[in-house]
């Protein structure tokens, strides 16, 4: 299977815990996603990087959130300190841009449930 | 107001219906449009791209109007397994994610 691939696929954790969740992009495509999506709403953007290059933050990502993509080939998540508010599905996806025809392709996400 | 709004639904229709869903975007120099198909608990996958005025695909039509920013997605003779979430995704720079429309395909 050459999709893009998250784990763990499942998290469950006491709030004040960090956690950190992993993606690996289809091996050709050099930009990575990170999306946060709940219940009843579109994936929110949270971060992408082209390459190694974090080229953009959400402003709504807190201190707490971190992301890597050290050799632009797999990226790691880490949210530290979590709360009850960070339960959510998040999710990768990578494309191969930029390209007025860039396209995203998206992994089977990690659920993350606070307790 | 949202970069892209889909009217949420849910949308309940009897077998072999014609569907209709329509997304309006905010960004007039979005360039590049899609529709995701995402069942209950399961990522979003790619159902189709619309670069110019529409696309076909069996069953499925999507259309763009870049003069009133909206895109359509038509789907025909409705099967049980096209009940699902069907997201609308705008290129305008960012990928900017609609909340999605919700479809049962009823027997």
Known sequence: ?115 | RKEVEQDPGPFNVPEGATVAFNCTYSNSASQSFFWYRQDCRKEPKLLMSVYSSGNEDGRFTAQLNRASQYISLLIRDSKLSDSATYLCVVNGGQFYFGTGTSLTVIP
């Not at chain 1, 990575?32 to 080229?55: C, D, K, S, V």
């Not at chain 1, 530290?80 to 860039?102: F, H, V």
């Open chain 1, 1 to 115: 299977d050459t999709g893009v691939s998250q784990d763990p696929r499942h998290k469950i954790t006491k709030r004040g815990q960090n956690v950190t969740f992993r993606c690996d992009p289809i091996s050709e495509h050099n930009r990575l996603y990170w999306y946060r999506q709940t219940l009843g709403q579109g994936p929110e953007f949270l971060t992408y990087f082209q390459n190694e290059a974090q080229l953009e933050k959400s402003r709504l990502l807190s201190d707490r959130f971190s992301a890597e993509r050290p050799k632009g080939s797999f990226s790691t998540l880490e949210i530290q300190r979590t709360e009850q508010g960070d339960s959510a599905m998040y999710l990768c996806a990578s494309s191969l841009g930029p390209s007025g025809r860039e396209t995203q392709y998206f992994g089977p996400g990690t659920r993350l449930l606070v307790l």
